[in-house]
C-alpha cells in the first residue's frame, strides 16, 4: 500500500502531564512529520504555550473530558486534515516513541494495530496484569477473536472506518469498545510487540480512578456482551469471510477440528463449562441443546465443552435440587412428597419452583464447574508443555 507519510499522525492524548508529555512528543517528531496533543483539560501547565515554537499542534478541551473524547477530537482534526491513520500513544512516557517504527510497515486500511506491552519489565502492577487477562477473555466472548493487550494505548487505528463506527464510550471505556466494534465492522487486528516503562510504586500519577473507571468498562464489556447475544447482524463495513457452513460443505474435517479447538484456552474452556451448566440447569424444557448451541455460537465458545458438561444437569438430581430449594423460598419449607402426582399433577408450580431454585443453583454450580475445568485445563496445559520440551 502506497502512503504518504503526511497522511499519517501521531496523537498523544494528555491530561495533566506536564513532566513527561514534551519529551514524549519531540520524540515521537523525530520518527512522524504530524503530531497532535489533546490538552484534555489540564490544569497543571499550559501546554499551548510549552509547544510554541515546536510545530506540535495543541488542541485543548477546556475540561476534562476523557480519554476517549480526546482521541474522538483529535480524529476528528486528522480527518479535517486528510489524515488516514492516527497512532496513539500515552503522555505519561509508560511507551517508548522508538516503537512507532514498528508500526509504520503493517498500516493497513482494513487493520487495527495494537501495541502488545512487554509484562516482563520491573514495577508492573499486579491489577495491571489482571486487567488485561480479564479484558483479553471479554473480547474473546465478543469477537471470537484473541489479542495479547486490548488495554494497550498505543495502537494504530484508520481513519477511514473509524468515522464509521457508532462508539459510546467517552473515557477508558472507549478503548475498550473500539477494537470490538472494529472487529464486528470487519476490521482485523495486528499486534506488535512494544516496550513499557512502570515507574515504581510511589512514584506513579495516573489519572485511572480504579472505582470509576473500572466500572465504566465492566459496564461496556457487559453491553457488549449482550449485543453479540442478539440475534441480529452486526454492520460490517469490510465484507465478512467465508461463513462456517461453507467451510463445512468444503472440507467436514476442518471445520470439526475447528469446533474442537474453538477458544480452547483454560480461560475459555471454563468460561464454555459455566455457560453450559448455567443453561443446562435452567427449566428450558426439551431446548437446553438448543439454547447452548445459540449462547456458545454467538460468544464463540467452545461448544463441544459447553454440550457435554451439561449432561451434569440431567435429572434427577439437579432438577430435583432446583425444585426443593425453589418451593423452600416460596413456602419455607422442603418439599417431601416427590410422587408422580406431586410433581407433574402440579407441574406449573414445579416449573417456577424449578426456575426460582436454578436462580441460585445454576449460578453456584457454573461457577464450580468453571473453576474445577480452569485448573483441569491448565495443569494439562502445563503438563504438555512440560513434555514437549
Known sequence: MDISKDTIWCVIPAYNNSATVKAVALACQR?????????????????????QGTGIFVLRHPCNLGKGRAILSAFEHVSSKGGRFM???????????????????????????????????????????????FSNLWFRLETGRDCADTQSGFRVYPVKYLSCLRLAGRRYDFETEVLTRGVWAGLTIKEVPIKVWYPPAG??????????????????????????????????????????????????????????WENASPAGLAASAFAGVLLGALPL??????????????????????LAIQNICMPPLVPVACVELGYYMRHGRWLTDLSWHAVFGHIGARLYDWLLGSLVIAPVLAAISAGLVYVVAARLRSNGKKYAA
Open 285 to 306: 424444557i426439551s431446548s437446553h441443546t438448543l439454547a447452548i448451541l445459540y449462547v456458545t455460537s454467538r460468544l464463540h465458545l467452545n461448544k463441544i465443552m459447553a
Open 203 to 260: 512514584q506513579r500519577r495516573s489519572s485511572f480512578h480504579p472505582l470509576a473507571d473500572n466500572l465504566r468498562i465492566s459496564l461496556m464489556h457487559c453491553g457488549l456482551v449482550l449485543r453479540s447475544l442478539a440475534p441480529w447482524p452486526h454492520k460490517r463495513l469490510i465484507p465478512a469471510p467465508e461463513t462456517a457452513w461453507a467451510q463445512f460443505l468444503r472440507d467436514p474435517r476442518v471445520f470439526m477440528r475447528s469446533l474442537l
Open 87 to 133: 497512532i496513539t500513544l500515552d503522555a505519561d512516557g509508560q511507551h517508548y516513541p522508538q516503537d512507532l517504527e514498528k508500526f509504520l510497515p503493517l498500516l493497513d486500511e482494513g487493520a487495527l494495530i495494537v501495541g502488545c506491552r512487554d509484562f516482563s519489565c520491573e514495577n508492573i502492577p499486579a491489577k495491571s496484569r489482571f486487567g488485561r487477562r
Open 31 to 51: 520518527m512522524v512529520e504530524n503530531v497532535l496533543v489533546v490538552d484534555d483539560g489540564s490544569i497543571d501547565a499550559d501546554l499551548s504555550g510549552l509547544f
